[in-house]
């Protein structure tokens, strides 16, 4: 009931192009859900956050989308460009708890 | 404004020795977390200080432990090294038991 399960592990997309990560999770609790972006070598660095009483947030080129009935969320990133070529990570945390990661999607956006 | 700050970068240790890793959290944040991450995974939590005392812990052996200083930097530290401890070892800090974790570049540790 811990687990936060990612998909795909890995996605290619071309300039411009709407990769799309998507999670799911099974504990009710979870209360907060971020996504991350980890470059090689770095350490992972927050992009956006999402509660559970909001369906979508916006914040420059990334979008959350949430579906609390389905217990799933997911990560749009608009006009990508190669520099948003990185592992990202979602996650999700109970109040005042740990963050349970998942395990990572490897982007790689072609020129 | 400094983030997290970890030290050393990069650390190669051998089968049965001992190792301390260090972390500065981000200024105003007096909560740190540490996180294992194994090549290729997410980061697994270690376990969690605050207030300078161990306040949750995720499924690590007794040789991982840790101390938080009054001025809120952290050490965490791993007896016995196993080949399977070689990771990225991860430190975040938050303010208080609020979200909003921010993550240092971490320690690359190698057992030979």
């Known amino acids: 009931q811990q687990q936060v399960k990612q998909s795909p592990q890995s996605l290619i997309v071309q300039k411009g192009g709407i990769p799309i990560i998507n999670c799911a999770y099974e504990n009710t609790a979870f209360d907060y859900f971020p996504w991350y972006q980890q470059f090689p070598g770095k350490g992972p660095a927050l992009l956006i956050a999402?509660?559970?009483?909001?369906s979508e947030k916006k914040e420059g080129r990334f979008t959350i989308s949430f579906n609390k009935s389905a217990k799933q969320f997911s990560l749009h990133i608009m006009d990508s460009q190669p520099g948003d070529s990185a592992t990202y990570f979602c996650?999700?945390?109970?109040?005042?708890?740990?963050?349970?990661f998942g395990q990572g999607t490897e982007l790689s956006v072609k020129p | 404004d400094a983030g997290v700050t970890q030290s050393p970068t990069h650390l190669i240790k051998t089968r049965g020795q001992q190792v301390t890793l260090r972390c500065s959290p981000k200024?105003?944040?007096?909560?740190v977390s540490w996180y294992q991450q194994a090549l290729g995974q997410g980061p697994q939590f270690i376990f969690q200080y605050y207030e300078e005392e161990e306040r949750q812990r995720g499924n690590f052996p007794d040789r991982f432990s840790g101390h938080q200083f009054p001025n809120y930097s952290s050490e965490l530290n791993v007896n016995a090294l196993l080949l399977g401890d070689s990771a990225l070892y991860l430190c975040?800090?938050?303010?208080?038991?609020?979200?909003?974790?921010?993550f240092g570049s971490g320690t690359r540790l190698t057992v030979v």
């Open positions: 999402i509660r559970p009483d909001v």
């Open positions: 996650a999700a945390s109970r109040p005042r708890g740990k963050l349970i």
């Open positions: 975040a800090s938050s303010p208080g038991h609020n979200y909003g974790y921010t």
């Open positions: 200024s105003g944040h007096d909560t």
